[in-house]
């Protein structure tokens, strides 16, 4: 759909310029519902990024990507940290598109969680006398 290219637009854009612009960063990916394949419209788009050294300050490295974002006019108003917590997060809206995106750093659980999401979402299809079932996956 024309949601997921915009969104893999703004990611491209993001990693592009970070990437470029802030040493420090060594890979910016997708996690969450969007990367899981089960995000709306109107979900935001998590970024993970992975420094050079995990010894990096998370907090000084969200200040630099805040900056550099600030910079390239790729955010809508101003970006938001949220320090005070056991992951620091960057949250700022695209500045296009109004969607809500969320950075943070050094997360490497957020892609064990993102495939355990994909996995424990999918179902099964068959079809019998043309009708098309779905079997979804029971949790408890």
Known sequence: ?????????IYASIRTRLLKFVPEIQTVQFYGSFSSSTYIPTSDIDLVIFT??????SKEVLKNIASTLLREGLVQQNCIMIDRCRVPILKFNDSLTGIPINISINTDY??????????S???LQFSFDDHNFNIFPFVL
Do not use: C, L, Q, W
Request: hydrophobic share 25%; glycine share 4%.
């Open 1 to 9: 759909t024309s949601d997921h290219f915009i969104r893999r637009g």
């Open 52 to 57: 050079k050294d995990p010894e990096n300050d």
């Open 110 to 119: 957020a892609r064990v969680r993102t495939n355990y999401i994909r996995v």
């Open 121 to 123: 979402s999918s179902f």
